[in-house]
């Protein structure tokens, strides 16, 4: 019922908004995606792209948020069949270790991650980077330009990418690796399209902290 997230802030329409795209772009490439999670996740990512900085614009718009709805469900149906990826298990652990929003940890780890993962399952990481509205171009080349584009859209629905100065520092960055490795969030780690090292997941955890 769309009338119900009329009331929802801006910066939480953004944040949910993120989190659904998060929920289908990692469906959509996990190591257990398949076509049914594809179809799905791919339609979640096209509406959420459409309509979610026009419900940040137009808050009473009942059609944009009805778009969202339905994105959201989309793509948690996608979510459901083919489980959540390495940014999940960080931005489940930034919300254990700091209390930050996870709609908004979730994105800012995708980011950071993205690059790599735009490195494996190529062509629907292309797909994707085609929704994002980067320009055709070879398969490998889309996929790359896909990390820049979320993180352009990210911004452009007003996520505050930075931690400081009230979140987390580089002082949590033991905790987090840990708590990315808990038994709570290693599942989604080990379900990411791009098998990250532990030497890669420090890494990543670093860029966050240090946002």
Known sequence: DPELTLTLPKTLTAATGLDAMVHAIEACTAKRSHPFAQAAGLQAIRLIFQNLAKAIDRPQDLNVRGKLLTAATLAGMALDGAGAGLAHSIGHALGTIAGIHHGRAVALALDVIFPKNATTAV???????LILGVQPDTVEAMAKKGAGAFGDFMRWVGIDTSLQPDGPGPEELSHLVDAI???ENK?????NCYSASESDIRQFARQVLSR
Do not use: F, K
């Not at 062509?123 to 980077?129: F, T």
């Not at 599942?187 to 379900?191: E, G, I, K």
């Open 123 to 129: 062509d629907i990481h292309a797909q994707i980077a």
């Open 181 to 183: 490795h808990s038994t």
């Open 187 to 191: 599942p989604m780690l080990d379900n």
